[in-house]
């Protein structure tokens, strides 16, 4: 039954991949990985420049799942009862009632996430990380399917604010998507030349089908000496003298989980060492910080987490 539920949910996982494709060409790679992070129960961060294909992966994503879809534009001047809801006096009634805003949906998009300021960046953290918001003392459930998709530009450009770290931890993978190559932008535009493909993208997968997913890569089983290759990384990222922060507990149970997903996507019920290895820079590069005058200082997350990973000894 174990192994029927993981081939059930693979074949999920596939359709699902297979139709945001069919809008999002040529970047197989982070398709997969933004896949494997709404599999994992996480939420997944997009960081690029303006115009590479950040919204049009979160619209494909939405559309492909037969679920609640919302939208939110980051600005300075947003508030956070923009996005979690308000309460409010009714007059003829003479009650209070809540009025739910954008955050109670299955995918909700927050674009541009950087360009709101702290405080209301900081209106998500329960809600990621909980599943519930609080408005005035009073604790409302999100859907069991909550899935937040942020885009961000570079912090270098004018009007933006960095993520709090805290809210960084908060998201299972960072991904960037980059430019393509000639044939595949070649291919972009011909298909986008009279009209747009995401008018006719259309749900493959329901929010249970998705549910069910997600408890089939609970069942993908862990031997004990992947435990201890997993751990090895992350207690290898808090002793290194290459970084001034390792990865958090929070980053370690992510890290199994989409570990987890990734033996799932390749058709097997059992995680390998090259599950975690290859997960560990998705899912730690952006929760780490390079130590300032070391020879890594001038590296990125990914590639120190890599230089780590290689580092510690493969179980067999």
Avoid: W
């Avoid at 020879?295 to 780590?308: K, M, N």
């Amino acid at each position: 039954m174990e192994n029927d539920n993981i081939a059930a949910a693979c074949e999920t996982a596939k359709k699902f991949k297979e139709n945001i494709a069919k809008v999002f060409i040529g970047k197989d790679d982070v398709v997969g990985k933004a896949i494997l992070g709404l599999l994992s129960g996480g939420h997944i961060l997009l960081q690029d420049v303006p115009g590479v294909g950040k919204t049009l992966l979160a619209k494909a994503i939405s559309r492909s799942i037969d679920g609640i879809y919302s939208r939110v534009q980051f600005t300075a001047d947003l508030l956070p009862t923009d996005i979690t809801g308000v309460t409010i006096y009714k007059q003829d009634s003479g009650e209070f009632c809540f009025r739910k805003g954008p955050v109670f949906a299955n995918i909700l998009l927050g674009d541009e996430i950087n360009r709101a300021t702290p405080r209301t960046q900081s209106c998500l953290l329960e809600a990621m990380e909980e599943n519930q918001i609080t408005v005035d003392g009073v604790k409302y459930e999100l859907p069991e399917i909550f899935f937040v998709i942020a885009t961000q530009n570079p912090i270098e450009l004018e009007g933006t604010y960095p993520l709090p770290f805290s809210q960084m931890d908060r998201f299972i993978t960072r991904l960037s998507i980059g430019y393509l190559d000639h044939g595949k932008e070649k291919d972009m535009l011909k298909l986008q030349k009279v009209s747009d493909p995401l008018d006719s993208l259309t749900p493959v997968v329901t929010c249970k089908d998705m549910l069910d997913a997600r408890q089939a890569v609970k069942e993908v089983s862990v031997a004990e000496n992947m435990y201890d290759y997993l751990l090895g990384i992350i207690e290898a990222s808090r002793e290194s003298d290459f970084l001034e922060y390792g990865a958090s507990p929070r980053g370690s149970l992510d890290l199994l989980r989409y570990s987890q997903a990734r033996a799932l996507l390749e058709g097997r019920s059992y995680v390998l060492p090259d599950d975690i290895k290859h997960s560990a820079p998705a899912v730690l590069s952006h929760r780490v910080i390079v130590r300032k005058g070391t020879r890594l200082a001038s590296a990125s997350g990914d590639g120190a987490i890599e230089r780590i990973a290689d580092s510690v000894e493969v179980p067999i």
